[in-house]
């Protein structure tokens, strides 16, 4: 399984841009990058996600370096409910599992 | 739309008791995962349900957890014989798709199982 990478924490200013890194560097070339969020006593929210091209939607956008082995979120104006835990997961593309690994994830907190 | 709904969203019982815990996913969704959360940790894959298909139960801790879907909707998740260890959230999860279409997973706000 390919293993993500993230920083613990990180802080930003609200109005100002997220960007959230993640590093995937063993990923394999059929495995999409997934991004989620969680904000405290919630499910994990669906934000975004991209193999290889980049991608945008109303949320945020995902950045995906031409190598693949790591990616970058970005939410363009935040807000201080973009306060949660994000978390970067590599799908499980193996026999009949697909279940999302989580891993610590980067806890943005949005400050006024 | 209607997202992912479980029921109870808490649930406090004794040690030894039954639980039953509901999922109703997404319409149209033909994928459908249990997870749990322990405090503090990340989510632990325990069983994954694909249409008409034999369910993948690999995550299932022990044998007093079982899970089930009727009509291809509607999932339960029994837990029998509760012990404390089973303190966690419950999360739900629907995809529009099978596991290999990368459809992405959308999550209800799960139940909060407490084991006194």
């Known amino acids: 399984d390919a293993k993500t990478t993230q920083p613990p924490s990180m802080d930003c200013a609200e109005g100002r841009a997220a960007n959230l890194p993640c590093n995937h560097s063993t990923i394999s070339g059929n495995e999409y990058v997934y991004w989620y969020r969680q904000i405290h006593s919630q499910g994990p929210q669906y934000i975004i996600h991209g193999l290889k091209n980049n991608e945008t939607n109303e949320m945020a956008s995902l950045i995906i370096t031409e190598d693949r082995k790591s990616s970058t979120l970005i939410l363009p104006h935040a807000t201080l409910r973009d306060t949660a835990v994000y978390y970067c997961i590599v799908r499980v593309a193996s026999g009949s599992q697909g279940n999302l690994i989580f891993g610590k994830g980067t806890k943005l907190s949005v400050k006024p | 739309g209607a997202g992912v709904s479980q029921s109870p969203s808490n649930k406090v019982t004794e040690k030894g008791k039954d639980v039953e815990l509901r999922c109703d996913p997404i319409s149209g969704h033909t994928a459908l995962y249990w997870y749990r959360q322990s405090l503090g940790q990340g989510l632990e894959f325990l069983i994954y349900f694909q249409g008409n298909s034999a369910p993948d139960k690999s995550g299932l801790p022990s044998d007093r957890f079982s899970a089930e879907r009727t009509g291809g909707s509607v999932s339960t998740l029994t837990i029998q014989r509760t012990q404390q260890e089973d303190s966690a959230v419950y999360l739900c999860?629907?995809?529009?798709?099978?596991?290999?279409?990368?459809?992405?997973?959308?999550f209800g706000d799960g139940t909060r199982l407490s084991i006194l």
């Open positions: 999860a629907s995809s529009l798709g099978a596991v290999y279409s990368n459809q992405p997973q959308h």
